[in-house]
């Protein structure tokens, strides 16, 4: 890149990010203390705003390690397996990521739901699925879905076997070659992918609303009150809830680089 | 015998890697599996790992029938061509790393390793990552990885595959010492003949999928079972329809005719100069040719030049040997040689 040009990329670029990202987020935690930080303390301590932080972390503390177990897993098969149809299921692993979220929520309901393919068998068993945890745990695990294949796959694509099959040679079993070999390899990529996952399922919205019913206090994850506050004018609360989220995210990322920098110990000078 | 294959045959979709393979390594011996890249030679070596099944056929080691016995309970050590080192630990890991997985206790792995690093001259480069070592270390580590856990046989695929030839000469020299040391078993896979008939005291010259033939370096060399074996293993040439070392023959001038009454008279076409040796091309009368290999004295004593007028003769049989028989052995003992083809 020529001197003349460096300037006014940088900020571009810069100005970019401003625009679309730092401005409102900055303006979000600004009206977020406008009040002084008594008041938002209360905004985000009603019992709404409580119940609705508790779901949001039960969720992802269920969906995060459901999805992580299910991407390990798919990786592994479509990495280190032949069969017919593979490229079926890499293929239906992306469905999320194509299809609007609220079409994931519907398609939910249309199975899971009363009237749905097994609304009579679970209602017969007094499982709720629609319009309660289970099903936002179902939404939020099926929308951040593809996350942690798509980071690990590649690395286990790239990682090879000849390391795992050296330590069957050594007498590792398969869960011995998995946790001292495989795991420690794509350890990266899957810090990364359940970073994403986690960062999805935290801020998921479409789906969640579609098979929640968004009741106050009772199905209400972080998104769906911020935007039910907004709604009920309450911008005191849409707004701290917003800090909330936002901090979250930033957590998340923190725990990301931490990781990538520890990673870099070995990784970064493996320079072959 | 330390490992008896017998038998075996693999295919990988339609291509045959190995076609009815039957061969033995005795105990302490060191073989070399030799032959062109893609013969089969290392899918044999990952059959007798247990990293690969065969179709058909048994592999015994030491007497145990492991035919469909996972890797991990053959108690075989095997290093790859590309050392496959565990880039995440510690090249003291690496080698302990066997021995963990058996729950060694911990006074007893540090001593083991301790002893192996000192045998592949590793000791000071411990607390290394394998990303730090160059690719002789790395080989180094990895053979000490697979020994930590005293395994029967050692199997090398293509070990020094991946090294400047500076290294892998110091390398060879250092296998063959470390093999008399310790005595284990040990195959082998390289498609350098040079390299084999300098490691190995046995070869196993395999190609498309077939053993070819078993025996000393010597032996073979001298003996070759078929044309394939005699061109593999060195250089050859053809003189009255039969295969010649090129050493074993001798060119004398125009005016001096040899004691041999299968002499061919020709004509000098390309003199070569190749250091140690010279390469004569002698086109013959009335028709063929062939190609002498003289040590620089001879040649110069010669002075051959392009166009000179020469006899050529072969010194490796008598004068009254009628007729010159080819080198390569019209009957070979059966069991040296594979069967009929599959299917």
């Given amino acids: 890149m020529t001197g003349r040009w460096r300037w006014p990329l940088r900020i571009g670029a810069l100005g970019y990010l401003a625009v679309l990202v730092a401005l409102p987020v900055g303006t979000v935690f600004y009206r977020a203390f406008d009040h002084g930080l008594a008041a938002a303390w209360d905004a985000i301590t009603t019992t709404d705003a409580l119940h609705a932080l508790w779901l949001t972390v039960l969720v992802a503390c269920i969906a995060v390690p459901l999805d992580t177990i299910f991407g390990v897993g798919v990786s592994l098969i479509l990495a280190r397996h032949r069969f017919p149809g593979a490229w079926l299921l890499d293929a239906f692993v992306d469905i999320p990521l194509a299809l609007s979220p609220v079409v994931i929520g519907l398609s939910l309901i249309l199975v899971y739901g009363k009237t749905g393919w097994f609304g009579n068998w679970l209602a017969a068993r007094g499982i709720t699925v629609i319009f309660s945890v289970p099903g936002i745990v179902m939404a939020s695990a099926a929308v951040a879905l593809p996350y942690v294949v798509r980071e690990v796959l590649p690395v286990l694509q790239e990682l090879g076997t000849e390391q795992e099959q050296a330590a069957r040679t050594l007498g590792a079993g398969p869960w011995a070659v998995f946790r001292r070999i495989t795991l420690p390899n794509i350890r990266r990529g899957l810090a990364y992918g359940i970073t994403l996952t986690t960062a999805r399922v935290l801020g998921e919205f479409g789906a969640v609303a579609i098979v929640s019913g968004a009741i106050a206090g009772k199905t209400e994850t972080l998104t769906l009150y911020i935007s039910d506050s907004i709604e009920n004018l309450d911008p005191a609360g849409a707004y701290t809830g917003a800090v909330v989220l936002a901090l979250f995210a930033l957590a998340v990322l923190t725990v990301l680089t931490v990781t990538d920098r520890r990673r870099e110990s070995w990784h970064g000078r493996a320079a072959k | ?343």
């Fill in chain 2, 1 to 343: 015998m330390s490992i008896i294959v017998d038998g075996v045959s693999k295919r990988f979709g339609d291509a045959v890697a190995l076609d009815d393979v039957s061969l033995e390594v005795p105990t302490g011996s060191l073989t070399a599996l030799l032959g062109p890249s893609g013969g089969g030679k290392s899918t044999l070596l990952r059959i007798i790992a247990g990293l690969d099944e065969p179709d058909r056929g048994s592999i015994r080691i030491e007497g145990e029938d492991l035919t469909g016995t996972p890797a991990r309970k053959r108690g075989v050590g095997f290093c790859f061509q590309h050392y496959a080192p565990f880039r995440h630990l510690t090249v003291r890991r690496n080698v302990a790393f066997g021995l963990e997985i058996r729950r060694r206790p911990k006074a007893e792995v540090k001593a083991r390793v301790d002893e192996l690093l000192e045998l592949v001259g590793l000791s000071h480069l411990g607390d290394r990552y394998p990303s730090q070592l160059s690719g002789g270390q790395r080989q180094r580590m990895a053979l000490a990885r697979a020994l930590a856990i005293e395994p029967k046989v050692l199997l090398l695929d293509e070990p020094f595959g991946a090294l400047d030839a500076q290294v892998r000469q110091q390398l060879r020299q250092w296998l063959r010492e470390l093999h008399s040391t310790l005595h284990v078993t040990t195959v082998l896979v390289t498609h350098d003949q040079e390299e084999a008939m300098e490691v190995a005291d046995r070869l196993a010259i395999i190609n498309h999928g077939r053993l070819e033939q078993l025996g000393t370096p010597a032996h073979m060399y001298d003996h070759p079972a078929n044309e394939f074996v005699l061109t593999f293993l060195g250089p050859a040439t053809e003189l009255d329809g039969a295969w010649v070392r090129p050493h074993d023959l001798v060119v004398h001038p125009a005016a001096d005719r040899p004691d041999h009454p299968k002499a061919r008279q020709g004509t000098v076409a390309r003199v070569t100069h190749l250091g140690f040796e010279v390469r004569v091309d002698v086109d013959l009368d009335p028709e063929g040719s062939c190609w002498v290999q003289l040590s620089r004295g001879a040649a110069g004593e010669l002075d051959l030049q392009p166009g000179d007028r020469v006899w050529v003769a072969r010194t490796d049989v008598p004068a009254d040997d009628e007729p010159p028989p080819s080198v390569v052995e019209e009957h070979h003992e059966r069991h040296l040689v594979t069967v009929p083809p599959l299917s």
